[in-house]
């Protein structure tokens, strides 16, 4: 259990890289982003680059992680490695599009948004049982639809063995990614600013 929950906030903590991303790319939030904003290349793109370039440190970063559980402590995930790396990769993934979100949609400074981020990924991980075991199944006596959207609570559900729950919560994550996207967009294309 509280290995599995510190494999879903390992995955959260991309939510830090995602407002990193928005932080550099919008003139409002920061010298650089004015910068990068007055570039011919358009605004997506940047931001879309950025993000690529995130994923790949982020995953680097869970594929040390792995390593670090099987060969070093012996965590034995069974014939499921695969599948448990590619949960990790989802959470990821779903983690970088909260923090667009968080970094686009909340007007404020960057220090807040970081510290949102940070509230983001330590509650969900707190309820997905990282500080304490029982926490997730308390949640689901209580309000199981919490269990269902707490991304959290999704990544480490997906690392026991039942292949039925790791589709429907690859689904639902990867629903809940493109929600967060689409909407991001939207207020991307929005936003514009009367001089730099």
């Not at 689901?140 to 959207?149: G, K, Q, V």
Request: some cysteine; hydrophobic content about 55%.
């Amino acid at each position: 259990q509280y290995f599995y929950a510190l494999i879903a906030m390992c995955c959260l903590m991309s939510v830090s890289s995602g407002v990193e991303c928005i932080g550099t790319a919008l003139a409002n939030l920061s010298s650089l982003g004015m910068r990068r904003e007055c570039a011919p290349t358009r605004k997506s793109v940047m931001i879309l680059s950025d993000l690529a370039a995130a994923f790949v440190l982020q995953s680097v970063g869970v594929f040390l992680l792995f390593f670090y559980l099987t060969v070093i402590l012996k965590l034995d995930f069974g014939n499921r490695l695969g599948l448990s790396f590619a949960t990790a990769l989802m959470g990821t993934l779903f983690s970088l599009a909260a923090g667009v979100f968080i970094g686009i949609a909340f007007k404020c400074s960057m220090h807040i948004k970081m510290g949102i981020a940070l509230v983001f990924m330590m509650v969900n991980s707190f309820f997905a049982g990282l500080m304490a075991a029982t926490m997730k199944d308390w949640i689901e006596h209580i309000c199981p639809l919490f269990n269902r959207i707490n991304p959290a609570a999704l990544i480490s559900d997906s690392l026991y063995p039942s292949l039925t729950r790791f589709a429907r919560n690859m689904g639902i994550l990867a629903v809940m990614t493109l929600v967060l996207c689409f909407i991001s967009g939207l207020i991307l294309r929005r936003s514009d600013y009367a001089s730099l």
